[in-house]
């Protein structure tokens, strides 16, 4: 890994040479009240606080076009979207409000990949950017040390015309010890990823920037607005029991997994609770590699607990008391966590390479094997697809895990038609609820059928899904179906 | 690039060292009633043609699996299926016989990415392999040079357990000079794909294989059931037209384009047309590069005109006077064509890694974007996914590109949903029809549908689509939809 300058060793101060310190204030007032602004934060941590915030303030009839790769808290989520200053955004949300003003259409919303918003934002005429604002814990001529998370971060701030830079004081500066910082190169003539290990670096600890971009530098010492995660829920621990069936039957499988497994699970209370509770399986002697979006809580126990190899993934997503659990211990846990910009963390060749089993959870699901991870009833946007795509299309294995019921058993989460698509019948292996597990694998949708609604349907929804199936199957179709029967679950 | 054992050497013969000849229903009485076999073949050619004959006419009660990575011609497609001898079936099938059988669910079909089938066999538990029988157009101990196309071939060989070759000696044996055999490693040691340029050869002429597998090698001089395409429609020339400006600004627009442009279009008359419209295309001197799956007639017109830099594809899908063009000369094309397997030649990080701009034809595709290229009605399955998803997914910008309307405009393909989704709204980029073009990025869905109902619908439609968004905007919702009235458009 290369150092940041200027001595080419650790970072030890804040801030190097003579960079323009600015308020917020002043900062928000030099952008443009049409601006696109691409912004830092994944996983809910590591985004701008002071300028989003002097921004929601600003008297201006602000009309921003706003870009972040991932999650980011509610001085941008709740803050900014609630002053009204934000009429496009990409491409994640997660606030009541945000969810409420993209369903309402005052802010045009659009839900992008995590793997290619990058590319997108520079080369592929997504937005027209004109300022990055990042947060980081230090920053020089040219250079700055990212907090607690990459992002689409290094493209941002090559394809913006000007920078600002949130110096954030809390953010611990030893964070630069997770930091692998490798932006490919501009098409065609990028080269492959040299990346042959997880836990292996090939970049820098600091992302470059023209100097000449930098507007200014905000000092702040505002906390990231982390995630908090429920305790896991009985059908939480039934989920993890079957995936880590699933899983040990997996490993003796398949040669990929002879002396390791590649896992990656997805953001939220039920992803923490699984990364928790693998620390509960016999893995056998293999290495257990973590090749992921977010490190989630239940990730720290596993590398306490010695039971994790190393772990790749472009934040740290962690709860408050996650947060104080790594800041207490940054370069321990920098030994075997490494953090990359998205464009590699979830980068589908190397997903490929690495042959990930890639877990993640869904609104619902259908009897032939489509997800539906964005929009309830097919049309109300509830956060984002975020990295779901990139890890659902190009894992070996692929696991959607989710309880078969919501509010109490009241909602089928297995459905006979998903009415939006994010994940496709061609992408998905195995299906996991409390019920059990339903490998799909080499099945025809039909087939697929009779094994999800026998072996993940809630009890309370199984026959009447096995009556649909039972009608629809008279017709001559691969995929049969009755769509208005179908619109009748949502 | 390595050249064929045992010289070194060009391969100058047929047949090398004491191989056992056996004849093709001996080699199908050898492979057992309820076998898994791989075949080659992708784009209608370079697939096994004695021995699927032999097995369509074999007494035994046949309950095949048969996989093979792309479209296979009439003996597997037609014969082997119309004798009921496929019980189970993947991933892509063209004729109306191999329709109907999935679409009354006597073959459980199933239909994968043609990237990751060879993963998916190999290592992915997807089926449970036995039998591989390949085309050659030579064969010694323990390699062989394919024929006319590469697909899965190489995962396939190291998949079976036994192999037969089909020795085709109506293929010239100067294909030997197209090929490209490399097959990346078992995850999670698989190192990057070295590929920097589609032009560049990192692998050897012939697919290599353990001599204990192979059970026998089948002499055949059955020609490829190639493929027809009808002449290009006034819609397909106003289509290209339309495209042709789209990348005409598209070039000006991006630096990935500065020096050379990489393209990839789909199979069929459309995209045939589309390739053969490019050399009318103005490309300001820069280099234009194929990096897609499959090379048909319309680009050995480019590569004729001199027109076209390279051409990476995984089969040379041609009509047979497209094949008669290109056996007449094959060295002088293989000067810019190379034939690589599938999971090279349409890996999603190499797709990412040149830029491609991707241009994919469908059945149908929505108001907000979503596209249906496998099941009309979302019911009824056509031909497979093919490799469209692969370059949807990847591709730095996505085109979908149909006609607007069928049998002459009583059937719209824009319609307000699409029931069965294989790309989803996060997917594409652009759509064109004969009517224009929509560009879609950055917008909002509801924007998205606003534009492609004024761009791309047929004007006998765009009435009624609009009627459809205008009445479904006054939900709150960010994917306004009425299922019941979106269902009557099918």
């Known amino acids: ?30 952008i443009a009240a049409d601006a696109t602004v691409l912004t830092s934060g994944f996983g809910s941590v590591g985004y701008p606080k002071a300028v989003p915030l002097a921004l929601a303030e600003d008297d201006r009839d602000l009309e921003l076009t706003v870009v972040h790769s991932g999650n980011v808290g509610e001085e941008i989520d709740v803050d900014l979207v609630e002053s009204g200053a934000i009429a496009r955004r990409f491409s994640y949300q997660f606030s009541s409000s945000a ?8 802010i045009a919303f659009s ?9 997108e934002v520079q080369y592929g ?10 947060e980081a814990v230090a920053v020089g001529e040219g250079w700055f040390v990212p907090s607690t998370s990459l992002g689409q971060v290094p493209a ?25 910082v490798y932006r490919p190169g501009k ?17 820098t600890n600091h992302v470059s920037f023209d100097p000449g971009k930098l507007v200014g530098v905000v000092e702040t010492d505002i906390a990231d607005s982390t995630y908090t995660f429920r305790d896991p829920t009985d059908d939480d621990l039934a989920i993890a029991t079957n995936l880590g069936s699933f899983l040990a039957a997996e490993m003796e499988r398949s040669p990929v997994f002879d002396d390791a497994i590649h896992l990656q699970f997805g953001v939220g209370s039920l992803g923490n609770a699984l990364m928790g509770e693998l620390k509960e399986l016999d893995f056998g002697g293999r290495d257990v590699v973590y090749f992921g979006e977010l490190i989630q809580d239940g990730l720290l126990d596993m590398l306490d607990a010695g039971r994790l190899e190393c772990a790749s993934a472009t934040s740290m ?19 075997e966590v490494v953090l990359r910009p998205a464009d590699v963390a979830n980068h589908p060749g190397l997903i490929d390479q690495f042959g990930v089993v890639g877990v993640n959870s869904a609104i619902e699901f259908d009897i032939y094997g489509n997800v539906n991870s964005t929009h309830v009833g097919g049309t109300r946007m509830i956060n984002g697809v975020g990295g779901s795509a990139d890890f659902n299309r190009n894992s070996l294995v692929t696991v959607c895990a989710l309880p078969s019921s ?15 698509v994010d994940h496709t019948e061609h992408d998905v292996d195995v299906f996991v609820t409390e019920q059990g597990v339903a490998d799909v694998r080499g099945l025809s949708p039909v087939e697929r059928a009779e094994l999800i609604i026998e072996n993940c349907a809630h009890p309370s929804f199984a026959d009447d899904l096995w009556a649909y199936l039972d009608d629809v199957r008279e017709q001559d179709s691969h995929v049969p179906h009755d769509v208005e029967r179908a619109a009748a679950w949502q």
């Open 317 to 335: 997503a962690l709860t408050e008391a996650g947060q104080e659990r790594l800041f207490a211990d940054v370069e321990r846990y920098a030994e």
């Open 1 to 30: 890994m290369t150092r940041a300058p200027p001595e080419g060793g650790p970072v030890e101060r804040r801030l190097y040479g003579d960079l323009p310190l600015v308020d917020a204030a002043d900062a928000a007032a030099g």
């Open 156 to 180: 941002f701030v090559d394809a913006a015309d000007e920078l600002v830079v949130e110096l954030n004081r809390t953010q611990p500066l030893e964070l630069q010890a997770l930091h692998d």
């Open 99 to 106: 969810r409420a003003a993209s369903n309402r259409r005052e």
């Open 125 to 134: 005429g997504l937005v027209d950017p004109d300022v990055a604002v990042v």
């Open 406 to 420: 919501l509010k109490g058993g009241d909602v089928s989460r297995v459905v006979p038609m998903t009415f939006h």
């Open 111 to 119: 839900d992008r990949d995590a793997s290619s918003l990058g590319d």
């Open 187 to 203: 098409p065609p003539d990028r080269e492959p990823i040299p990346l042959t290990d997880p836990g292996e670096r090939i970049g």
